[in-house]
């Protein structure tokens, strides 16, 4: 069974930073694109940051972009995501994800198919 768990979300002054990470059990990272969405309350689910399968040259949303990092190892079979300098606007329940298909870039949210249950990040001073 395909599961994706994630963790490390939690309550940040603005400025400040978190390291999400998602645990993927029933199928190997490696060979996937991988994602992080988040979704604020009111808005629509939106694709921050993925990379490729072969882990080069992510992509980010130009809100994150410069300060967000996402990364991935295929041997502990995680995904991860550095946030610095978050934002108010940062605050949302940020889910991780994979493509449907092997190979694939993960630049697009049409590629994905599988979200965890997701990890609140809330920043507020």
């Known amino acids: 069974q395909v599961q994706l768990v994630e963790s490390g979300g939690g309550w940040a002054q603005p400025g400040g930073s978190l390291r999400l990470s998602c645990a993927a059990s029933?199928?190997?990272?490696?060979?996937?694109?991988m994602g992080w969405f988040r979704q604020a309350p009111g808005k629509e689910r939106e694709l921050v940051a993925g990379?490729?399968?072969?882990?080069?040259?992510?992509f980010y949303s130009d809100s994150v972009k410069g300060r967000f990092t996402i990364s991935r190892d295929n041997a502990k079979n995680t995904l991860y995501l550095q946030m610095n300098s978050l934002k108010p606007e940062d605050t949302a329940l940020y889910h991780c994800s994979k493509t449907a298909a092997f190979f694939s870039s993960g630049f697009k949210a049409y590629e994905y198919d599988t979200w965890g249950q997701g990890t609140q990040v809330t920043v507020s001073s």
């Open positions: 029933g199928f190997g990272l490696s060979g996937y694109g």
């Open positions: 990379i490729t399968w072969s882990g080069g040259n992510p």
